[in-house]
């Protein structure tokens, strides 16, 4: 499949954004750090990194303390060159009696591309909410897309 690049319709943008979501949710950092730039600047909440090496350490970070990540992704608004995403992914943390803490976070990206299609710029900013086993949306087999959800959350 050839790269998706800019300008964006929107049919591409939305293309962009579940290729982005499939590839997060392989919880693979050098894998998904080549769908940027070498020089990519990213904002992620607090925290800013340059260039795919930070990306690559920061999301080893990350999935290492977000067990059970999984991710879904929907086109917000687009542009020419850049996207917006709305997102919500679910994990855990283990408890040392064993249990597990469930969260949902929730957020938005504002993505800029270059002209080859790879991103150079992601600003994220997002929200962890504590929820139970029965309040999770994406449980062990569930496909992320099939998943209702309502508008009071969208």
């Known amino acids: 499949m050839a790269p998706i690049t800019p300008p964006f319709t929107a049919e591409t943008a939305l293309q962009k954004v579940k290729i982005a979501q499939d590839l ?4 693979d950092p050098a894998k998904v750090s080549l ?5 990519t600047i990213w904002r992620n909440r607090d925290t800013f990194l340059k260039g795919r090496e930070q990306v690559v350490e920061f ?11 999984r991710l879904r992704k929907e086109l917000f608004a687009f ?17 040392p009696d064993g249990t597990k803490q469930w969260y949902r976070t929730y957020g938005l990206e504002d993505w800029t591309f270059n002209d080859d299609g790879l991103m150079r710029k992601r600003q994220m900013s997002g929200n ?3 929820i139970t086993e029965e309040e999770r949306w994406f449980k062990d087999g569930v496909d992320v897309n099939s998943v209702y959800i309502s508008e009071e959350h969208l």
Do not use: C, H, M, S
């Open 79 to 95: 542009t020419d060159n850049k996207i917006a995403v709305q997102f919500f992914y679910e994990w855990y943390e283990g408890n």
């Open 59 to 69: 999301l080893t970070r990350k999935w290492a303390k977000e067990n059970g990540y």
């Open 128 to 130: 962890d909410v504590a």
């Open 35 to 39: 769908a940027y730039t070498p020089d």
């Open 24 to 27: 997060w949710n392989t919880k």
